[in-house]
Structure formats: C-alpha cells, structure tokens
C-alpha cells in the first residue's frame, strides 16, 4: 500500500476501539499511539494465554478461557468497533474477536503477524521487515505516541529539572539488554567515556534509564553528568522524558531499542545512535536496514563522545498510519451500509 497523506484523519468519538496486546510495553505504547492519533480513547484489553494455546501461536488458535463475549475474560463485554494489536500472541485473539463479530469489527495489526497479510484487514511493518501487501501499510520508523502536539506542550511547560538545565543539552536515553544486544564492560565504560566527553566539553545532560538499563550502567553514567548542569532521572514523580525529548538540542540514545531511536527521530533533532554489542558478533539485519535508512535521512549519527548532524524534518510514522486505517475504516464502513 502506497503511503496516504501524514495529515491525520480522526474516526467518530462514539467508535468503541480495543488495544490487544500480552502487556509488553512496546507494543502496547504503539497500539495507544496509533488510536490517540485517531482521536479515540481505546480501552486496553491485555491477554495471557496458557500452555498449551501458547505453544501454537500466532498460528494457532485463542485459549478458550480469553474467548470474545467470556464474563470475566480480558474480552468480556460489546465487541469493538475497531482492534488494533500487536505482538504474536495476540494474533488468535484478534482472529477470534473477528469471527464472533461476524466480521463487523475492523482488525488492524501492528508489525508482521507471521500469518500472511490476511491475518487482519490491515497491517502495519516497518520499512525493514519484508511483507506486502494491498492492505499493508509501510514506513520507516515505528509508531509512537509521541505526537508533534505532544512534543509542543511538553516544550511549552517543562518541568523544573529540564527547564533549569543549560544549553547547550542533549537527552540520554539509555536502553539495556535484549535479545539483539548485551550492555558488556566495555560497552559501558566507552558510553560512560562518551559522556564526560560531552559534559567535559560544556554540553548539559538529561539522562533517564530502563528497566533493563544495567546498574553498573546507571552509576557511571550519573557520575559523568556534571554537578549543575543535567541530572538523571530517579523514577520518582512525573517522567519527564516527553520534555527531555521536546528541549534538547540533540538526543544520545542506545540502539538496543527500535522505539526509542524512532521516537527520537520524532523531534527532528540530531540523533546520535550507541551501539552496545550485538549478540552472535553482528546486529540484526532489520535493524542494520532501519539505520542505514535514517542515516539516509539524515536523522541520525553515529555517538563518538560529541555534538554532529542538524535538523531535519521529524520523522513520525504515526499519523501516517493513523490516516490509512481511518481511510479503510471508513471505506468499508460506507461499503457495509450500502450492502446493508
């Protein structure tokens, strides 16, 4: 599928929009991103298959206990308007809310569902992944909720600790492990190294860390961020990453995350990208085709400890997508009506 316009079209408020993910945070952020987009408020369905359904998924069939319309299941209640899903769990479960609506509910499905373009009436891949299709939506970065409204309020009204920050400042977003990527050693004294070389040079840092971010990764980091001038991120109070992103000059961020480099690239600042290790001695080829694209575009740099690259035009996949689902919604909606 071609890519429509990025102006956004919004969907009725009245129009009932489920988010069907197994809790991961990446996919649920995207899912929420997409639906914010479209004006709607979703309500956030989280399943957990148990073995043996889990065992056979995304091609297998939906544990009887999370089936559509069950009292008490995480699909209880009216069928949705609209699903949106993502991760390979959910797929039965958005195969399921399909069939028990009599294919009223309109399915969209966020990255390769491993099932063929048909698994949903429509589908979402990165640029990197290689599935096409008539229904198939593709571009470059990821969704996000991180919307340019978004970025404006948060630049608008920062809170305290980024507002006091001097520039010039960067914001660190650093990652962790995974299953692509291993924060060694030496990975961390050479972020760690990077910067003080930014501090050293007079450049301020807002740093805020993961879940998965190492420990040993965290103090180094704090311990090179000059006294006055940045801070890292405790956890306590409101996360002012949206603000981080919004009022630095250039964001620093681990490429152990897909979202988080594409939601960088959302603020048309410089991107300067660290590489941890990858496991297996190189990255994924997925991920070596993302960067090498918005290298292309000019997004993003390579980290070497300073300040390179200048703005560019923000790249966000999300009304992008948001605009074709809308587009199809409504063209199947007016279909319906007149069949009926």
């Not at 998924?57 to 544990?63: C, E, R, S, V």
């Not at 740093?207 to 090179?224: D, G, K, M, W, Y």
């Not at 199809?328 to 007016?334: E, K, Q, S, V």
Request: proline share 9%; net charge positive; glycine share 10%.
């Amino acid at each position: 599928m071609s890519e429509p316009s990025s102006e956004p079209l919004r969907l009725p408020s009245g129009t009932r929009c489920w988010v069907v993910t197994d809790g991961k945070a990446g996919d649920e952020v995207q899912c929420v991103g997409v639906a914010e987009a479209l004006g709607l408020h979703p309500d956030i369905r989280r399943i957990a298959p148990r073995r043996p359904w889990s065992w056979f998924m995304p091609w297998g069939p939906a544990d009887p206990r999370e089936a559509p319309g069950r009292e008490g299941g995480p699909l209880a209640g009216p069928l949705p308007d609209l699903l949106i899903a993502s991760g390979r769990r959910a797929v039965a479960s958005l195969r399921a809310v399909k069939a028990a609506s009599a294919g009223r509910t309109f399915t969209v499905f966020l990255k390769d569902p491993r099932t063929g373009a048909g698994t949903a009436d429509l589908i979402w891949v990165p640029e990197h992944d290689a599935l096409r299709g008539p229904n198939v939506v593709v571009t470059l970065t990821s969704p996000h909720g991180l919307s340019a409204a978004r970025l404006a309020a948060a630049a608008a009204d920062p809170p305290a600790a980024v507002a006091a920050t001097p520039r010039p400042r960067v914001a660190l977003v650093l990652g962790g492990n995974s299953r692509h990527h291993v924060f060694t050693d030496a990975d961390i004294a050479r972020l760690a190294d990077h910067v003080r070389m930014l501090a050293d040079a007079g450049v301020a840092i807002m740093a805020t860390a993961s879940r998965r971010t190492p420990t040993q990764l965290v103090e180094r980091i704090r311990s090179a961020i000059a006294p006055g001038r940045g801070f890292l991120w405790d956890g306590t109070g409101p996360n002012p990453y949206a603000a981080m992103l919004a009022c630095a000059d250039a964001v620093v961020v681990t490429a152990d995350s897909v979202n988080m480099t594409g939601e960088a690239c959302a603020t048309g600042k410089p991107v300067l990208l660290f590489e941890p290790t990858a496991r297996g001695g190189a990255p994924p080829a997925k991920q070596k085709r993302l960067i090498e694209g918005l290298k292309r575009h000019g997004a993003v740099h390579s980290f070497q400890g300073k300040l390179e690259g200048h703005a560019y035009e923000p790249l966000n996949s999300t009304p992008i997508i948001a605009a074709a689902i809308a587009r199809a919604f409504i063209r199947r909606t007016r279909n319906v009506s007149a069949t009926g």
